[in-house]
Structure formats: C-alpha cells, structure tokens
C-alpha cells in the first residue's frame, strides 16, 4: 500500500537526484554539489535554496539588466536616425513603421519556442546563442545600400529572434533568485533598463549619425556591446533551480505539456486581463516610440523652427531630448510605480492593478496634450509628453511582478512568452504600421503642413488606447487576490506524474495507475 503521501516520503529517504527537485531541468542547472543526504559540508554556493550565493544571484540581476538596457538600446536605434533613413531609402510613412512592426512580429511568433525551451532546457545557454546571433545579424544591417530596403526589413526581422531568446526567459531567472519584496526590488532594477535602454538608443543613434555623418554607424555600436554580453552571460551568470527557493516542501511540482499549460493560463482572468492591459501600454509605447522624434521634428518644420530635412544626415536633436526624456521619465515612472505599490499594499492586495490602472488613465490626457500643443509650444510640447510618459512608465515592473505571483513556476516562461505574443501581436507590432497608413491615408498633399497635420491625427490614437488599457486593468484588481491565492496554493491535479521509486531509479507514473 502506497499513500500518496507516503510515496513522497519514501523517495524523499531512498533517492534525492535531479529527477526529484521541484522542477526537472537539465543536468547544468544550479551547477554545484546537491544535497545526497549524507552530511556532507556544503559550499558557499548552496546556501540558498536556488543553488546559487546571494552575491553571485545580485551579480546575476546586474548581468542581465545590462543584457536588457542593451537589448531595447538596439531596439529604439532605428527610430533615432528615421528621417535619414526615410531620406535614404525615398519610403513613405507606412514603410518606415515597417521597419519597427517586422521586427516586432518575428520576436513575438518566435517568443512562444523560446518560453517553451526556457521551462524545459538550459535557459543561460539559450540566451548565449539568441545574444550572439541577434549582435551578428545587427552588424550586417548596417552595410545595406540604398537599393535593398527590403533586406533592412529582413536583418531587423532576424533581430528578433536573438531578442526573444532573451526577454522571455531573464525575468524566469530572477523569479527563481528572489522572493516577495526582494523580487520586486530586483524586477524593478531590471526594468529600469527599459526606458534607460530606449532613451540611449536616440541619444547612442543620433549622436554617432551625426558624428559619422551616415545613419548606418549608428547600428555598429551595440553588436560590440553585445558579444561583451554574451562572455559574462557565459562566465558570470550560474543558473538557478528552477523554483526551488519557493517549493512547497509537502509537495514536489511537476511538469505538464504545453496545451496544458496554455488552458490553465486562458482559465487565469487576472493574467489574461493584465495582459491586455499591458497590450495597450505596448501599443502606445511603440507607437511614440517610432514616431514621436518625427512628430516632433515635423512640427519644427511646419512652425518654422527648423529646416526640412533634403539631405542626410538630418536634423537629429528631437531624437536625443526626447532619449533624454525617456532614460528620464522611465527611471520615475518605473521607481514611482514599485514605491505607489509598495504604499497601497498595506491597504489593499488589489494594489498593483490599481496603479497599472492609474498609471494609464493618468497619461491619457497628457498624452493628447502634448500631440496638441506640438504647433503651438515645443516647450509645453516636451513637458506634456514628460508627465505622459511617467505615468505610462509605472506599469513595466508592476505588470511583471504581477504575472510572477499569479502563475506557477514551472509556466512561468510560457506565461512570458504567451503575454509577449499577445502584446506585440495586438500592440506594437501593429501600432507603428497603424499610424504611418493612417497618417499616409489622412495627408492630402506632400506639403510640410499636410505632413505635419496628418502624422498629429494619427497619433490622438494614442491617448484613445490608454483610456481602454487604464479599463483592463481596472478589471484585473477584481481578480487578483482568488489567482495569487490560487498560484500560491497550488497542488497538482490526483492524474498528474508523481515520483515512485523503481530499481534504485525514480520513475514518473500517473497518481491513478498506483494501488490505493
């Protein structure tokens, strides 16, 4: 006769080997000695119950925020140096939002492979291959000449794959370093790289433009930065247990297949939800991100400020205030939302969502206003976009940190990889795309007014999304609490594989095939 429970403590006492930790990994993961039960010392490394030193986990978070500031500096390049390239290639509007949106779609069909080999495989060694062949395709970017537009379209289309091997397994990696407040803490820092991320890609972009005098130096900067990425991803950073530093210790969690996996995460309202929510922070994010620098240069143009751009290189300064802007906002937007959190917990479990809500409704206004006064003031232009994009900015650790505690472990790189796909897929995959054939449909001439009047238009989009997006994620604080009760508190199902001992060996066997 053999209890369930007693299953558990059988093995427990015959077999503790890389089968029966919480999550079956390969055999690299939390390198180091394991526990074999015969009182051996344990070395520095194996204090914590991930398998890796306090110190070595912070030097982890410092490796991979450094890999993600240079994962969205590469990203936002592009849009630093549009105006020459549009001047370079002769595109309209419509083929430059190509550029971000072919990016955008092979990073988010290829996210679901690399979530679903991130709960399965080694996910360091993963990112090492992603990093490096994202840095190599980057580099070949920046020798295509003026009559092959459409394979500029190709490497940055390639550029995704590298950074889906990455952005949907490092947040897995912290989650599996820290708990609670420590691991909002370090998720915060590791967002932090976003905004400063895109903000140094304007900045990184125009500067080398002008400098160099042609666009294509801009993009030879961070294919250097990333192989010195990839050597500390390979030499620094040691991979965690998968789970095991928040395991429960009176059950062992298992895997499931991944139709498994995708219907538990559709039966989740507070992840579905928030997922949605953060869709339309991706879609108004992205669609600022490509076009704001040409707005505003535009309505330079259209005021007199400036001259039209008939030669390259352009005139890039739009690009670098608004970079600055961004590093800027995106440090108080992302501080100001973790510390708003921090405070309303103590009032309420429903904290997060409400600042994620708050954080949209709030920008929405000033998001029309900054589109609006473009003609009228550059300066109340600029401090409108300021405030707008501080409050969008409160959601990016929010929302992560949200997805971590109302979903298992052992789905958390799928949770990653589905919410990425749906986000890009509904938000800036379309949106950069969406408002060049807008504002191209609304433009009755090619004069500079019609330009400037039709690219504004398009752009009040914007603030109509973020209205929707505060909605979601007012939906989501009704659900909230009963899914991170139920992610904490999960058991597995009495059909799923359990761990029973067999000639020395464990073997996984469903619950029903063993004699009660």
């Not at 219907?263 to 869709?279: D, E, Q, V, W, Y």
């Not at 004069?447 to 238009?457: A, D, H, I, K």
């Not at 597995?492 to 001992?501: E, L, N």
Request: hydrophobic share 45%; net charge neutral.
């Amino acid at each position: 006769v053999f209890p369930t429970k007693g299953v558990y403590s059988v093995m427990s006492r015959t077999d503790v080997s890389a089968d029966t930790t919480p999550f079956f990994s390969d055999d690299n993961e939390g390198e180091g000695p394991t526990d074999n039960g015969v009182g051996s010392p344990q070395p520095e490394e194996e204090e914590s119950a991930s398998g890796v030193s306090d110190r070595r986990a912070k030097v982890t978070v410092i490796v991979l925020c450094y890999i993600n500031l240079l994962n969205y500096m590469d990203r936002f390049t592009v849009a630093g140096v549009l105006p020459d390239i549009e001047q370079f290639f002769s595109i309209s509007d419509g083929k430059s939002g190509l550029l971000q949106t072919v990016f955008i779609c092979s990073y988010m069909f290829l996210a679901p492979l690399f979530g679903y080999l991130g709960d399965r495989c080694n996910r360091k060694s993963i990112m090492c291959v992603g990093i490096f062949f994202w840095s190599l395709v980057t580099l070949a970017s920046s020798f295509i000449g003026k009559e092959h537009f459409w394979a500029l379209l190709l490497t940055r289309g390639l550029v995704g794959v590298g950074e889906a091997s990455y952005s949907t397994i490092a947040p897995t990696i912290i989650a599996d370093l820290f708990v609670k407040e420590t691991r909002t803490n370090m998720l915060s820092i590791f967002y932090f790289a976003i905004p400063v991320g895109s903000g140094m890609g304007y900045i990184v972009g125009s500067k080398v433009n002008d400098v160099a005098g042609d666009w294509h130096w801009a993009l030879r900067v961070t294919p250097g930065l990333g192989l010195l990425a990839v050597f500390l991803l390979f030499f620094v950073v040691q991979e965690p247990k998968r789970g095991a530093i928040e395991a429960h210790p009176e059950h062992t969690l298992h895997r499931t297949s991944w139709m498994t996996d995708i219907k538990a995460l559709c039966r989740n309202p507070s992840f579905i939800l928030s997922t949605f929510g953060f869709t339309t922070v991706a879609f108004v994010t992205g669609s600022l991100a490509l076009w704001a620098p040409a707005f505003l240069f535009r309505a330079g143009v259209f005021t007199g400020e400036k001259q039209p751009c008939l030669k390259v290189p352009c005139d890039n300064s739009d690009s670098v205030i608004f970079g600055i802007i961004t590093v800027v906002t995106g440090i108080l937007g992302v501080a100001s939302g973790v510390q708003a959190s921090k405070k309303l917990r103590t009032r309420t479990s429903r904290a997060d969502p409400l600042v994620c809500a708050a954080g949209l409704l709030l920008a929405a206004p000033f998001l029309y206003l900054s589109i609006m006064f473009a003609q009228a003031s550059t300066v109340a232009t600029y401090v409108f976009i300021f405030l707008g994009e501080t409050f969008l900015s409160m959601n990016w650790a929010v929302v992560a940190d949200m997805l971590l505690y109302v979903v298992i472990p052992t789905r958390r790189s799928t949770a990653e990889a589905f919410q990425i796909v749906l986000s890009h897929l509904l938000g800036d995959a379309i949106s950069p795309y969406l408002i060049g054939v807008v504002s191209d449909s609304i433009k009755k001439s090619d004069s500079y007014m019609w330009e400037f009047r039709s690219l504004q238009m398009s752009l009040l989009l914007c603030s109509f999304v973020a209205v929707v997006g505060g909605a979601f994620f007012l939906a989501t604080a009704l659900f909230i609490e009963q899914d991170r009760h139920l992610a904490e508190n999960y058991v597995p199902s009495d059909d799923a594989p359990i761990i029973v001992p067999k000639r020395g060996r464990s073997t996984k066997v469903p619950v029903s095939s063993v004699l009660i």
